[in-house]
Each structure stands twice: as structure tokens, then as C-alpha cells.
């Protein structure tokens, strides 16, 4: 399951994230549900308030060169791929 915190302090994450603009430049490819219970494995995403109840929590990185892990956001749940 991939609940989703997004943090505003790097330090405070698990991973920081680059959001990558090309998806054949990305590491992972997600998508993003709206119910937290079609969260399933890690490409699909779910955001959640509560940092407690996260799986992953992420920074969102600005510069791709510092970012753990390089991420495409996709419309096709089918299209995803990658992992933590």
C-alpha cells in the first residue's frame, strides 16, 4: 500500500522526490487514486494528512540531481512501474 505524506522539511522524509517530466527518465511511474484503499504496492498513490498513518513519507525535491528517487505522474493506472 503507498499512503502518502509530503513533508515540507527534507529532513523529516523517508525520500526525497524529484518530480520528473519525461517518464522515460523516471525511476518510478505513479499513479494517484483518490481512495485510499486502491492504494496497492507501491506505484499507486494515495495522499494522506495524517503522517502517522503514511506508508512513504516524501519530500518534494527541486533539483533531480539530489532527489532519492526520480517520479512520472501517470492518468493510466495500468502504466505504472518501479518501487521504493
Partial sequence: MALIYVCKNKYEADL???EEKNKH???MIYF???NQYQA???AIWFFTDNKHRADKKIFWEKSKYRA???AHQTNNKYQTKGGF
Fill in 68 to 70: 532519492d528517487l526520480k
Fill in 16 to 18: 526525497s522526490v524529484y
Fill in 32 to 34: 494517484v487514486t483518490k
Fill in 25 to 27: 527518465q523516471a525511476d
Fill in 40 to 42: 496497492k504496492g507501491d
